[in-house]
């Protein structure tokens, strides 16, 4: 046997770090000497020890009855575990029924990063966004230590196959299973689980945060078998709110609302509500709706989810990606209006128009069916989705609703608290023009700045529009003759929009007489008719008249 020496020093360690201790132990030629002596000695008996046990294990599995093998391995491992001084805690990558990813796990992960980039032999690299350096993980089977108020403990990554398998080669596999174990001596469990635990949940948390890259998700279509629910790019959008052409009153307000809901945790959960807000954006096409969406990600590194509606079957996988949706995150439906059809109205006319159909060509009905099943997605769905009860699984989440026609969407679905807050986001106005000048040409003033700012009171002219001739299209172009083109093209929008104007006044006026003739004709009408009976109740009258005088005379003269 070992001295008493290696003996207490094995004991204090697991089996995976014997070895270690026995490298540790080669710069002692003493200690070595006399390990190598036992060693002699030690490595026969051994082999006959293991061979004896493993005899023993076939003739217990061989030989004795099932429901007895039962008991004597419960207590066998109940005694083991007197003797055995460690202890085990293991934390899955997922957990739960909806296979929702466990952030324990994710923040051992970032933790375990530090760790593993200087002890482990296999690792996994990472490239993140604004690191000087790649970022290195654990790989799967691999061991490192950690030490936490001069307590020892080792951290293991484990992997393990799918226990399902399709027998059909062109269905994928499901996921595996991966997990953290932690192992530490029985004496320090207090210590451990509870303020270590903390530490490396909060280190790890802090960790992910600084090495952050934002992200643009999309959700999966809907499958029978198990994939992820969201897939994802990286997102380098370089919008900030300094760059938005918006009035600086204005963004100071959006600003101030994204950070104090951003740091609200305890407010919200002081009044009771979760914590989530929604943004409504409207306006016509071109005035910065998603442009606004990308500099919120940047101000609050936020990542986004493009959720589209219509790869969804049903209300229940709506739900499924909110509950795999995390926290710091913005959920984005852009032009909402034309994404399903969420009232009861159009959902009426629908009906009408495929009722048309079928009579027409009865076929139509086959192949609509399919494009029906494609998508169920119901307004009470939606709804339930934004405010409902599901809304409350997780936290610090914006939903943000974008479309060009405000007024075709349900009022019940962007009341006050749904909706939060209602942006409206319009034509280029001044403040927004000086600040694309800024951007695109480097100027805070001009004389030719009054010309711009007359003609922008007195047409429409779209944000997007305005870059767009403020743009150089060559070297030769300078900053003047981008603002004449401006110009020039406010101009030109001016006199369509006049011309436009003049069109539709005409086409008014056209539209006026034809009504006013149509009410002229039919008052014609009705008094011609009117006139045709007053005469034929005359000419009735007379008749009458005349009637009666010759049934007089008849009297008169038979008397």
């Known amino acids: 046997m070992l001295n008493e020496v290696l003996i207490e020093s094995v004991l204090e360690r697991p089996?995976?770090?014997?070895?270690?201790?026995?490298?540790?132990?080669k710069s002692k030629p003493t200690m070595l000497k006399r390990m190598m002596m036992r060693e002699m000695w030690l490595w026969?008996?051994?082999g006959s020890v293991l061979a004896s046990m493993m005899f023993a294990y076939a003739?217990?599995?061989?030989?004795?009855?099932?429901?007895?093998?039962?008991?004597?391995?419960?207590?066998?491992?109940?005694?083991?575990?007197?003797?055995?001084?460690?202890?085990?805690?293991?934390?899955?990558e997922y957990a739960g029924e909806l296979h929702k990813r466990s952030e324990v796990f994710t923040a051992i992960q970032s933790y375990l990063s530090t760790k593993s980039s200087t002890e482990a032999k296999r690792l996994k690299a990472k490239e993140v966004k604004g690191s000087k350096s790649l970022v290195l993980v654990m790989d799967d089977?691999?061991?490192?230590?950690?030490?936490?108020?001069?307590?020892?403990?080792?951290?293991?990554?484990?992997?393990?196959?799918?226990?399902?398998?399709?027998?059909?080669?062109?269905?994928?596999?499901?996921?595996?299973?991966?997990?953290?174990?932690?192992?530490?001596?029985?004496?320090?469990?207090?210590?451990?689980?509870?303020?270590?635990?903390?530490?490396?949940?909060?280190?790890?948390?802090?960790?992910?945060?600084?090495?952050?890259?934002?992200?643009l998700y999309i959700n999966n279509p809907a499958s029978g078998y198990k994939t992820r629910k969201w897939s994802s790019v990286a997102f380098d959008h370089p919008a900030t709110f300094e760059s938005i052409a918006m009035e600086p009153k204005k963004k100071e307000e959006i600003i101030n609302d994204l950070m104090k809901f951003s740091n609200g945790k305890e407010y919200y959960a002081k009044i009771g509500k979760p914590w989530k807000r929604g943004y409504l954006l409207y306006g016509p096409p071109g005035t910065g709706k998603s442009t606004m969406i990308a500099a919120m990600s940047n101000l609050m590194n936020y990542d986004v989810y493009d959720l589209e509606l219509t790869t969804l079957?049903?209300?229940?996988?709506?739900?499924?990606?909110?509950?795999?949706?995390?926290?710091?995150?913005?959920?984005?439906?852009?032009?909402?209006?034309?994404?399903?059809?969420?009232?009861?109205?159009?959902?009426?006319?629908?009906?009408?128009?495929?009722?048309?159909?079928?009579?027409k060509d009865p076929t139509c009905k086959m192949r609509e069916g399919e494009e029906s099943k494609a998508s169920q997605v119901t307004l009470s769905g939606l709804l339930n989705f934004i405010d409902g009860i599901w809304s409350a699984c997780g936290g610090e989440r914006i939903i943000v609703f974008t479309t060009n026609y405000v007024e075709k969407l349900d009022p019940a679905l962007i009341r006050r608290g749904r909706m939060d807050k209602h942006i409206s986001l319009s034509y280029c106005c001044y403040e927004a023009f000086k600040v694309l000048a800024r951007n695109y040409l480097n100027l805070d003033t001009h004389e030719l700045f009054g010309s711009i700012e007359r003609l922008l009171g007195e047409t429409n002219m779209t944000p997007a529009d305005v870059a767009e001739n403020l743009m150089p299209k060559?070297?030769?172009?300078?900053?003047?003759?981008?603002?004449?083109?401006?110009?020039?093209?406010?101009?030109?929008a001016k006199e369509e929009a006049r011309v436009k104007a003049e069109e539709e006044a005409s086409k008014k006026a056209v539209k006026d007489a034809k009504v006013n003739a149509k009410k002229e004709a039919k008052l014609k009408a009705e008094e011609a008719e009117k006139k045709t009976e007053e005469s034929a109740k005359d000419e009735e009258k007379c008749i009458g008249t005349s009637a009666k005088q010759d049934v007089k005379e008849n009297r008169v003269i038979e008397k």
């Open 15 to 25: 089996p995976n770090s014997i070895y270690k201790y026995l490298d540790s132990c």
């Open 44 to 46: 026969p008996q051994l």
């Open 59 to 92: 003739m217990f599995h061989r030989y004795f009855p099932y429901q007895l093998r039962s008991h004597i391995q419960r207590y066998t491992l109940k005694w083991f575990g007197y003797l055995y001084p460690f202890i085990q805690i293991s934390f899955d």
């Open 141 to 215: 089977n691999e061991e490192v230590t950690d030490e936490f108020q001069g307590i020892k403990l080792w951290w293991a990554s484990r992997k393990s196959a799918p226990r399902q398998y399709s027998s059909f080669p062109f269905y994928p596999q499901s996921d595996e299973k991966r997990r953290y174990k932690l192992t530490f001596h029985r004496r320090h469990r207090d210590i451990i689980t509870g303020s270590y635990l903390d530490h490396v949940r909060k280190e790890g948390k802090a960790i992910a945060v600084s090495h952050r890259q934002r992200k």
């Open 313 to 359: 079957k049903s209300n229940t996988d709506l739900r499924k990606l909110l509950i795999d949706t995390p926290s710091k995150a913005i959920i984005v439906i852009e032009d909402i209006d034309c994404s399903l059809d969420l009232t009861g109205q159009r959902k009426k006319k629908k009906e009408k128009d495929e009722k048309d159909k079928e009579k």
């Open 474 to 492: 060559s070297n030769v172009e300078d900053a003047i003759s981008c603002l004449k083109k401006l110009i020039e093209a406010l101009e030109i």
